[in-house]
């Protein structure tokens, strides 16, 4: 059934729309008063994204505050790796951190992709809970880490600064990274399909570390198990198609690429003129993207000027659905996401 906002879904399959929807990567996030009260509650992050009723809660804050054209699943991209018994935890201040990252060969030929109906269950309960308290307003987007991204964090046992061990491991022991990567791949379409059923009217993969390596190395390692997850998703689900969005973080120059792997839509980040990546692949595809999270620490008329400038860039037509080109600052303030929502959906109906 669709949604009474269909106006995401429509322009991801480039169907006329009356005006260009916007949602925001982490728009449930710690720039928000109300998440943080939230987060308190929980305990710890961890906590919160185990919780399906608070999971709930959060993702439906920016909902009950701006007027976002979709609503995305309040999880995050480890979710996987930590039901393949890796031991994730979160570091105050340092972010994730794995208790067993994979430096062992035997480690690595024993992983396993995790049944996400046992092992993740958590999270689409939370899908289940989302889509009926969102009560058919607008859709939900489901997501997952693209299978390189979950091998960076699993192979570094956390983030990194230069990936020197993954690296390593991709250069001079290269089965051992592609096994990790198989596993992964079926982990990631297991868990996006599972999502899909549990209620997800649309799902991202965030290809994060992708543009970290060489053109060579992300065809191989990158690309090609994200084309293997993409075809194996479920695209419809209750009679409805559920598109797909590919986002490879400094990805620009394979846009052609990644546009021909499958997918509804690329997600760009700041560094690509959309203009120009409509030249290129707009035929095939539609784009999401890409206004530099930063604008946002400027006032609402330096925020307007910056949405009309890749409106005008992107031109007259569907097939665009306006996002930052990467997740939202913690220090953003809520105000100006509210100038952003509403200037999108102002400027934005002369070119429909």
């Given at each position: 059934?669709?949604?009474k ?11 006329p ?40 809660e ?18 995050d ?96 022991r ?53 084309r ?88 007259s ?36």
């Amino acid at each position: 059934m669709k949604p009474k906002n269909d106006t995401f879904l429509r322009a991801l399959l480039k169907q006329p729309v009356p005006y260009t929807p916007i949602w925001i990567m982490r728009q449930a996030g710690r720039y928000l008063p109300e998440y943080n009260q939230t987060r308190t509650r929980a305990g710890n992050f961890l906590n919160l994204c185990k919780n399906p009723d608070m999971a709930t809660e959060v993702t439906l804050q920016p909902i009950a505050r701006f007027g976002l054209d979709a609503a995305i699943l309040f999880s995050d991209i480890l979710t996987i790796p930590d039901a393949m018994g890796l031991g994730l935890y979160f570091a105050e201040g340092e972010g994730p951190k794995f208790e067993r990252p994979l430096r062992e060969e035997w480690a690595i030929r024993d992983l396993t992709a995790p049944d996400p109906d046992t092992h993740l269950r958590y999270v689409l309960d939370a899908v289940s809970q989302i889509r009926k308290a969102l009560n058919n307003e607008i859709p939900l987007i489901g997501f997952s880490g693209s299978p390189f991204t979950l091998a960076c964090y699993m192979v570094e046992g956390g983030g990194s600064d230069d990936f020197r061990t993954v690296k390593t491991m991709l250069y001079q022991r290269p089965e051992l990274l592609h096994h990790i990567l198989q596993v992964n791949a079926k982990a990631v379409t297991d868990y996006l399909n599972a999502q899909i059923q549990a209620g997800a009217q649309a799902v991202q993969i965030f290809d994060t570390w992708g543009g970290m390596l060489s053109s060579a190395a992300y065809e191989e390692f990158s690309l090609a198990y994200l084309r293997q997850v993409v075809s194996g998703l479920l695209r419809d689900h209750d009679g409805e198609r559920v598109p797909c969005i590919v986002f490879t973080k400094s990805g620009g120059i394979w846009l052609e690429k990644i546009a021909a792997i499958g997918c509804d839509a690329v997600g760009l980040d700041w560094t690509c003129d959309i203009g120009e990546a409509r030249k290129r692949v707009g035929g095939k595809i539609s784009l999401q993207g890409n206004m530099d999270p930063m604008v946002l620490f400027s006032g609402p008329d330096a925020i307007r000027k910056e949405v009309q400038r890749i409106l005008v860039s992107y031109g007259s037509g569907s097939g665009h659905v306006f996002n930052l080109g990467h997740g939202i600052s913690q220090f953003t303030p809520p105000e100006h996401v509210a100038a952003l929502v509403d200037a999108v959906h102002e400027l934005s109906r002369a070119f429909h």
